[in-house]
């Protein structure tokens, strides 16, 4: 083996764990979602992917979020939860509503209509009173 | 009419406007001023954040003009947000349109720059080219620096999309198609600028030859797909444009005493509409004077037009033929049929079916691993790999990212729902998900409700006998004074022949049900039992006579109803309930998909097999309590069936629920069956078939696409890796892979287009 192939092989086999590491050994932080009275609500914009993609909320308080969808491409001109059976198209630059009332605790994922963007909706128990 | 019409409205209405131009918080104050001055204002809050007004206002007194005007008056732009559903629809195919134009227009110019860096790449296809410029001469290095000064903006302009993409998704630790297709292009541009730029770096400069045309072919190919996936993308949801084109913008409604036209938003609650021959009805609601002929066709499926007069309901979206009426506004804005139809459909072309749960596993690493691939694809032909080495890898590692197709993946299961999901709409098919559409397929016996379902679901009296004591016009004035506790269909039929007869009922008392058994009550100090002869023995009467009487009608099909008069047989009512004129063919069409097809009733055997024998059922279950019918569809689950419960959605929501498919018939404006998986908007039992056709339909076309889209990366991306190289020297070029992603997604969309063409065997519209 040449020094090239050698750092090559050196650089190449680096790389696998780093592509491992970086897409997929990811640790959400979540946004907790705001809200006064019983409605949570956050605003998501849409660009690539959904900023923020984790929200957190509680359990059995009825949910908004504002999905506002800042690209031209077509690819992200739905949003799917398909958990709730809802989803909702998003307009360019518009901000649309969607309303969810989370029943149970858990993790519920948001796409777009391939899957491609994703979003995760961590539904906590309601903490006691 | 006069303005009195009005009282008892449902004044309070809600509008939100987007407002444009705000330049500080203080703006805010300035809008809520103009338009609280407005008469009919209730409240105003605008958000200087979002950009947007939301009214509450008495419709009877502003209109929806009224307010955007008032915020324009105060100097701010402000339109309607969303509300109008043609305005969305027209909206969300200006933005696709205007997408697809940019996507062509960057095609054109990579299309351009490919013609003349494909021909340079391969000089010996065109004669004499090859002597102009020699190979390894100046001339040739100073042309290929010219040509890659042209493709740096087919990456900058054409290809930015794939970039900005990237980078998106990057700052999101994910990676997506535009993430592999700018890692390929980038990957070819920089070797080709290092070829051009440094030929000395090779060990045998010759074979420095650029990759310009695999730079601007690939991006060329994947625009144009991009582009054409997106036209083809848009059809998909031609159902719900088609659902919400049917909506009327206008109404003519009685305000003030006169007839005003207004938008159809405005119109609330209680409002009496006029329609004019020809007219479409703006809203749902009841007949309050006139009388037409309305074509329903659009909503129910039903060709022929239906009769309305006073009393009657009718449906927005419907078209009015001849005459002219009026009906109040019942239902508006979000509640009315249309809006629920529209609702139901796009939240079922929102969900997801459980095949899918596999491309979601899969999705979800896709990306990555075939980045994985690539580079350890180059490292190995880098390795191992015939001279010149560097060639081959580079090669293989842009065919690797660019073959890859992750959209043909996630496009396949949700395109062919949105199409089938949206054809059921048009044939008067309501399916709640994809889930439903899934679980149809796999039905093999089909529960049918007999009353309302197989039959009219309106029992008439027939006949009448009388025991040698008694005379029948007695029995029916007994039997209807008594059945007008009862809201048993039977028992209604009764009432109806009694009153048709201009009999006077009596008031009873001391009334006791026996849901599915009978009914008793005193009549004048008389006891009066009707019901069935179990039920009369039951309570001590001797039914045998009855029985016998019974035994000429039940044969018929027709429902004998016992009467004892004071602890003694009376005589027999017998009603009807026809068999709806399709229900046979419709039958006939199950048993042709190969379904076992079962009639569940609280009928007598006889009158069971009756109406099973003329519709040609496979089996029978007669004499069933409502209570028991769910249990009935889970002794049939216990066998191994997969059960589809048919049923009117009300009395039947459990056996619906207990299903594994809950088929609700709809009727009038009632579509949204909360217990039902599919609603039939249309009363015939062809749509049964029809749903089962469509499932079938969809699900084949969804497995098409799958095996398509797992087949395409399966084979692809080892064929791309050069796993064919060692034993069969082919080595896949990239410009070859492009062409391939940028087709598979737009096969497979096109492929769920397909569906559109899809016709109900017969009977169904």
């Known amino acids: 083996m040449t020094w090239d192939q050698v750092l090559v092989t050196i650089v190449g086999l680096g790389l696998v764990p780093l592509i491992v590491w970086y897409f997929w050994l990811k640790k959400g932080t979540g946004t907790h979602a705001q809200g006064s009275g019983s409605l949570q609500e956050v605003n998501i914009v849409v660009k690539g992917g959904y900023t923020p993609d984790t929200i957190i909320v509680q359990q059995g308080r009825p949910v908004r979020l504002n999905f506002l969808r800042q690209e031209s491409a077509t690819c992200s001109d739905t949003v799917k939860f398909p958990d709730f059976n809802k989803s909702a198209r998003l307009p360019e630059n518009e901000t649309v509503a969607v309303d969810l009332l989370p029943q149970e605790t858990g993790e519920f994922e948001f796409t777009c209509q391939m899957g491609m963007l994703r979003g995760r909706l961590v539904v906590e128990g309601s903490k006691a009173a | ?765």
């Open chain 2, 1 to 765: 009419m006069d303005h009195t019409t009005h009282t008892g409205l449902d004044s309070h209405a809600h509008i939100q406007l987007s407002v444009q131009g705000m330049s500080c918080a203080s703006c805010v104050s300035t809008i809520e001023a103009g338009v609280r001055a407005l008469p009919g204002v209730e409240d105003v809050a605008v958000n200087f954040a979002h950009k947007t007004a939301d009214v509450d206002y008495d419709p009877t007194q502003a209109t929806t003009r009224d307010i955007v005007q008032a915020v324009r008056d105060t100097g701010y732009r402000a339109e309607k947000r969303d509300e109008n559903a043609d305005d969305a629809v027209a909206k969300e195919e200006a933005e696709r349109e205007r997408e697809y134009q940019t996507l062509m227009k960057k095609f054109r110019l990579a299309a351009i720059v490919s013609v003349p860096n494909v021909i340079l790449m391969y000089p010996d296809f065109v004669p004499g080219l090859t002597t102009l410029i020699p190979h390894g001469s100046g001339m040739e290095q100073l042309v290929w620096a010219f040509m890659g000064a042209l493709t740096v903006p087919v990456l900058a302009w054409s290809g930015s999309q794939f970039f900005v993409g990237m980078w998106a998704a990057l700052k999101h630790r994910s990676a997506n198609m535009h993430t592999l297709i700018s890692l390929g292009v980038s990957a070819a541009f920089a070797y080709s600028v290092v070829a051009v730029a440094f030929p000395g770096i090779f060990p045998e400069g010759a074979a420095a030859e650029p990759f310009w045309d695999v730079t601007t072919v690939v991006i060329a190919l994947v625009v144009l797909g991009l582009a054409l996936e997106s036209k083809a993308r848009g059809r998909t949801s031609e159902a719900i444009r088609k659902l919400i084109g049917l909506q009327a913008k206008t109404a003519h409604v009685m305000r003030d005493g006169k007839v005003q036209e207004i938008p159809i938003e405005d119109v609330v609650v209680g409002d009496v509409v006029m329609v004019r021959p020809g007219d479409k009805i703006p809203v749902d609601g009841v007949v309050v004077d006139g009388s037409s002929n309305v074509d329903e066709s659009m909503i129910t499926g039903e060709a022929l037009p239906v009769e309305k007069k006073t009393g009657d309901e009718v449906i927005g979206a419907t078209m009015n033929k001849s005459g002219s009426f009026r009906f109040e506004a019942a239902k508006v804005g979000k509640d009315t049929a249309l809006a629920n139809i529209i609702k139901m459909v796009q939240d079922a072309q929102g969900s997801k079916a459980p095949i899918q749960r596999i491309v979601d596993q899969v999705s979800g690493y896709f990306v990555p691993t075939v980045m994985i691939l690539a580079i350890l694809a180059f490292v190995a032909w880098y390795d191992f790999g015939p001279e010149p080495r560097l060639i081959y890898a580079t090669v293989v590692f842009v065919t690797t990212l660019v073959i890859a197709c992750p959209c043909a993946l996630g496009l396949a299961t949700p395109t062919s729902l949105t199409v089938g999901i949206g054809k059921g709409a048009e044939n008067g098919i309501l399916i709640r998900s994809g889930d439903a559409l899934q679980t149809a397929e796999r039905i093999s016996v089909v529960v049918l409700d007999k009353t309302g379902t197989i039959t009219r679901g309106e029992p008439t009296l027939t006949d009448m006998t009388a025991m040698p004591d008694f005379e029948e016009q007695q029995l029916l004035a007994l039997g209807a004074s008594l059945e007008q506790y009862s809201e048993h269909p039977l028992g209604e039929a009764v009432v109806r022949a009694a009153k048709a007869q201009d009999q006077d009922l009596s008031e009873a008392q001391d009334v006791q049900t026996k849901a599915g058994h009978g009914i008793s009550g005193l009549i004048n100090g008389v006891r009066v039992h009707i019901g069935t002869a179990k039920y009369l023995s039951e309570e001590g009467i001797d039914a045998r006579g009855l029985e016998d009487i019974a035994s000429i009608y039940s044969p018929q099909g027709k429902t004998p109803i016992m009467v004892g008069v004071d602890g003694a047989p009376a005589g027999v009512l017998a009603v009807a309930d026809t068999v709806k004129p399709d229900s046979k063919d419709a039958i006939a069409r199950l048993h042709e998909l190969g379904l076992k097809v079962v009639m569940l009733t609280g009928d007598q055997r006889q009158t069971a097999d009756a109406i099973a024998r003329e519709v040609g059922v496979d089996q029978v279950f007669a004499q069933v309590l409502p209570e028991h019918k769910a249990d009935k569809v889970a002794e049939l689950q216990a066998q191994g069936h997969v059960v589809a419960m048919v049923g009117d959605g009300i009395n039947d929501a459990p056996a619906l629920a207990a299903a594994d498919i809950g088929i609700a018939i709809g009727s009038g404006t009632d579509v949204a069956i909360e217990a039902a998986d599919v609603t039939l908007i249309k009363g015939s039992l062809h749509g049964v078939a029809t749903a089962m056709d469509i499932s079938r339909a969809t699900m084949r076309n969804v497995r098409q696409n799958l095996l398509g889209a797992f087949g395409y990366n399966a084979l692809g991306i080892p064929v791309a890796m050069g796993i064919l190289y060692p034993v069969f020297g082919i080595l896949m070029s990239p410009m070859i892979a492009g062409a391939a992603m940028a087709f598979s997604s737009v096969t497979v969309v096109s492929n769920a287009n397909r569906l559109r063409l899809f016709k109900p065997k017969r009977g169904a519209s």
